[in-house]
């Protein structure tokens, strides 16, 4: 039963006195964590770690023989080396004064290339200054005698220490499923740069759908649509590739109750998909984003209510409902619905203001499966109702 939002809302959305410009491009999602808790259970024997004490001079050796991927731009998008040199003496201070370091982690499934979920800064100082060797030691506070020095330059004694200092790591073991990796990825990450959930399935689903993925975030229909809004950095622009491509592909009706699961089952659905297929889901995407911008120009995607001279930002749930469901119309279906693009526009309009249901499952929880379909169904229902008038 539709029922009428708020007035003080739909107020406070039309007379905010900030520009467009000062608004974030993109809305920020509301996420309520009680529900995710209850609807991601897994089971924790599926959780394989194995926790090891090595020496350092085992890291060493790997950071030496390129095992132990150390570019993570390429898989993250996280830079490595963000320390100052004083930061990086310190650290290899604190192994020279035996201070237990953090533990490290990383995804050991292939067993030649692992991944470094946290500690990465931690072992670009040990890079720097074991296997480079063009780390100075710099400000010292308690081994002042040392500033300056490589590590060439130190005694025999103070050398083993650091190669012989036992370290802690945790290694993510082959046959983890995907989604309990995700969740591992999710909660051990603890660097200065927490990864978003886009960034860790671009990690674990690299090679054709990591491609794919990046290929749909740049593509110019997309661009043009969203006015250039969406960022590129912290892969947002693949979060939102992402959300189509999982409703496009298995379908809202088929949605289950988590959506990190959804997205990442569509990144491995990639894997065997053929040239065709592939060309088709981009052909319909780009479709869909020219559909919107006809539609919608500048407004495409945004929680357009009333006549406000304030541009809304993007909504990430708006845009998953309307881009997969223009994407599965064909090409008449899209032609029709261009020509009624007013009406299209103005229900649409209609609905936000009216439809307190549609409305909050655009806006908060937006993974709820009653959400999901909610705003699914309405769009789908929508342009059915335009198309065939």
Same mark, same amino acid.
């Given at each position: /039963?539709?029922?009428?939002?708020?007035?003080?809302?739909?107020?406070?959305?039309?007379?905010?006195?900030?520009?467009?410009?000062?608004?974030?491009?993109?809305?920020?999602?509301?996420?309520?964590?009680?529900?995710?808790?209850?609807?991601?259970?897994? +089971?924790?024997?599926?959780?394989?770690?194995?926790?090891?004490? @090595?020496?350092?001079?085992?890291?060493?050796?790997?950071?030496?023989?390129?095992?132990?991927?150390?570019?993570?731009?390429?898989?993250?998008?996280?830079?490595?080396?963000?320390?100052?040199?004083? =930061?990086?003496?310190?650290?290899?201070?604190?192994?020279?004064?035996?201070?237990?370091?953090? !533990?490290?982690?990383?995804?050991?499934?292939?067993?030649?290339?692992?991944? $470094?979920?946290? %500690?990465?800064?931690?072992?670009?100082?040990?890079?720097?200054?074991?296997?480079?060797? =063009? &780390?100075?030691?710099?400000?010292?506070? #308690?081994?002042?005698?040392?500033?300056?020095?490589?590590? +060439?330059?130190?005694?025999?004694?103070?050398?083993?220490?650091?190669?012989?200092?036992?370290?802690?790591?945790?290694?993510?073991? @082959?046959?983890?499923?995907?989604?309990?990796?995700?969740?591992?990825?999710?909660?051990?990450?603890?660097? %200065?740069?927490?990864?978003?959930?886009?960034?860790?399935?671009?990690?674990? #689903?690299?090679?054709?759908? !990591?491609?794919? *993925? !990046?290929?749909?975030?740049?593509?110019?229909?997309?661009?043009? !649509?969203?006015? %250039?809004?969406?960022?590129?950095?912290?892969? &947002?622009?693949?979060?939102?590739?992402?959300?189509?491509?999982?409703?496009?592909? #298995?379908?809202?009706?088929?949605?289950?109750?988590?959506?990190?699961?959804? /997205?990442?089952?569509? /990144?491995?659905?990639?894997?065997?998909?053929?040239?065709?297929?592939?060309?088709?889901?981009?052909?319909?995407?780009?479709?869909?984003?020219?559909?919107?911008?006809?539609? #919608?120009?500048?407004?495409?995607?945004?929680?357009?209510?009333?006549?406000?001279?304030?541009?809304?930002?993007?909504?990430?749930?708006?845009?998953?409902? *309307?881009?997969?469901?223009?994407?599965?119309?064909?090409?008449?279906?899209?032609?029709?619905?261009?020509?009624?693009?007013?009406?299209?526009?103005?229900?649409?309009?209609?609905?936000?203001?009216?439809?307190?249901?549609?409305?909050?499952?655009?806006?908060?929880?937006?993974?709820?499966?009653?959400? $999901?379909?909610?705003?699914?169904?309405?769009?789908?229902?929508?342009?059915?109702?335009?198309?065939?008038?």
């Amino acid at each position: /039963m539709e029922e009428n939002i708020d007035p003080k809302l739909i107020n406070l959305l039309n007379n905010s006195d900030m520009s467009s410009e000062e608004q974030e491009p993109v809305e920020e999602e509301i996420i309520d964590d009680t529900i995710l808790l209850m609807e991601k259970p897994f +089971d924790p024997t599926k959780i394989n770690i194995e926790t090891k004490t @090595p020496s350092l001079d085992t890291l060493i050796k790997r950071i030496q023989y390129k095992s132990i991927q150390m570019n993570t731009e390429s898989y993250f998008q996280r830079q490595d080396d963000l320390w100052d040199n004083v =930061k990086q003496s310190r650290l290899i201070e604190s192994i020279l004064i035996r201070f237990p370091l953090p !533990a490290f982690f990383f995804d050991s499934t292939d067993d030649n290339e692992w991944l $470094v979920v946290d %500690g990465l800064q931690r072992l670009s100082s040990i890079r720097n200054f074991c296997v480079e060797k =063009k &780390l100075k030691l710099t400000n010292l506070e #308690f081994l002042s005698h040392l500033n300056g020095k490589t590590f +060439d330059e130190l005694s025999g004694d103070l050398q083993r220490i650091i190669e012989e200092s036992q370290v802690v790591i945790y290694k993510i073991m @082959p046959g983890t499923p995907t989604d309990v990796k995700f969740n591992i990825f999710k909660r051990i990450n603890t660097g %200065g740069l927490v990864l978003e959930s886009q960034e860790i399935r671009h990690a674990l #689903f690299q090679g054709k759908p !990591a491609v794919f *993925i !990046a290929e749909l975030g740049k593509n110019t229909d997309f661009l043009k !649509a969203t006015y %250039g809004k969406i960022k590129t950095n912290r892969m &947002l622009d693949r979060d939102f590739a992402n959300r189509f491509l999982c409703f496009y592909l #298995f379908g809202y009706e088929n949605y289950s109750s988590d959506l990190d699961t959804f /997205m990442s089952k569509a /990144m491995a659905g990639i894997y065997d998909k053929s040239d065709d297929e592939l060309n088709k889901i981009k052909y319909d995407f780009s479709e869909a984003m020219k559909l919107a911008h006809n539609i #919608f120009e500048i407004g495409a995607f945004r929680k357009n209510i009333g006549n406000n001279n304030r541009l809304p930002p993007i909504n990430k749930a708006l845009f998953d409902a *309307i881009s997969t469901q223009f994407a599965v119309l064909n090409d008449e279906q899209r032609d029709k619905l261009n020509l009624k693009k007013e009406d299209f526009k103005n229900e649409l309009k209609n609905i936000l203001a009216s439809d307190s249901l549609f409305f909050t499952s655009i806006s908060s929880s937006t993974g709820d499966k009653n959400r $999901v379909y909610k705003r699914h169904h309405t769009i789908e229902k929508l342009i059915q109702k335009i198309i065939s008038a």
